[in-house]
């Protein structure tokens, strides 16, 4: 079976120039990337996501339509 599943996270390279990447799929349960350059560092996130997914399921999901203020962002 087959599930897509949406995940925010967040990319920021660190003091030392490393990229690092977490995905918080729920409270408890997150998941780390690391790399020398953006495309890597979510690959390994990437890795890391389907590794927890496997171990602890899926997170439950809701999904929305907003509408944004352009000027608010």
């Given at each position: 079976m087959s599930r897509t599943v949406h995940v925010p996270y967040v990319?920021?390279?660190d003091e030392d120039g490393v990229w690092c990447?977490?995905?918080v799929l729920?409270?408890?349960a997150s998941a780390f990337g690391y790399?020398?350059?953006?495309?890597?560092a979510l690959a390994d996130l990437k890795?890391?996501?389907a590794a927890l997914i496997e171990?602890?399921?899926p997170p439950q999901e809701l999904t929305?339509?907003?509408t944004v203020n352009?000027?608010?962002?």
């Open positions: 990319l920021e390279q990447g977490e995905a729920r409270p408890g790399g020398d350059d953006p495309e890597s890795e890391g996501i171990e602890s399921g929305m339509t907003v352009p000027e608010a962002a």
